[in-house]
């Protein structure tokens, strides 16, 4: 049971690129979500899902477009990226109420 | 729409005395609460729930936690800090009580312990 995987575990990009961050689940969690941390700022959530073909914005949803086409696998894109995206990104997912499991993070850095 | 307010970004205490870090949350609903942990360099960890049973909820290594709905608050506890529990917590709502209900983080309160 592997849980949440999420990867790479670290990315250099440079201002315009695009890239896909992605995260898989093998617990059919229905909610799956992204954060940005950032110093100070606790977990930014960027966009959640409640389930296959349903996504939703979250707190700083701006620059990036997700997808949720299986239960399992809920895919981050950068479209042009900008170095105010220089983040650790995480990803996250649950069954009901209870506790979020995490993706061991992404450590972006765009120059 | 929820929201949490943790009041302190950093609180220091010394080994053996009692930790407290407040929370204050804003929901629509009957919210879920947690606390979470994360040390330097790890991942975060679940220290304790509330989702409508109890409103003293004890979590994992001594912490504890009590909701009070008239206050909006969900201030965690510690009778006695260990220099283990220097690390970065926070608190998180979830409106409501079911799996479609969107996780919003505090920014979160640094703990220093002092030898």
């Known amino acids: 049971n592997a849980g949440v995987t999420q990867t790479p575990k670290f990315q250099v990009l440079k201002t315009g690129q695009s890239m896909t961050l992605q995260c898989a689940q093998d617990?059919?969690?229905?909610?799956m979500s992204w954060y940005r941390q950032d110093p100070g700022m606790g977990l930014r959530l960027i966009h959640y899902s409640v389930g296959a073909g349903i996504t939703d914005q979250g707190e700083v949803p701006n620059g990036y477009n997700v997808s949720r086409s299986t239960t399992e696998d809920f895919p981050l894109r950068l479209l042009s990226a900008a170095p105010s995206q220089t983040s650790v990104y995480f990803c996250a997912s649950r069954s009901g109420v209870e506790k979020l499991f995490f993706g061991s993070g992404t450590q972006l850095s765009v120059l | 729409a929820q929201s949490v307010t943790q009041l302190d970004s950093h609180v220091s205490v010394s080994e053996g005395t009692p930790v407290l870090l407040r929370c204050n949350y804003s929901s629509s609903y009957s919210p879920s609460l947690f606390w979470y942990v994360q040390h330097p360099n790890k991942g975060l960890q679940l220290l304790l729930k509330y989702t409508s049973a109890a409103t003293l909820v004890k979590g994992i290594n001594g912490f504890e936690a009590e909701f009070k709905k008239s206050e909006t608050s969900f201030h965690l506890t510690k009778p006695s800090a260990h220099m283990s529990d220097a690390a970065e917590y926070f608190c998180v709502v979830s409106d409501g009580g079911t799996s479609y209900d969107k996780v919003i983080f505090g920014p979160g309160t640094s703990l220093s312990v002092i030898p």
């Open positions: 617990m059919n969690h229905e909610y």
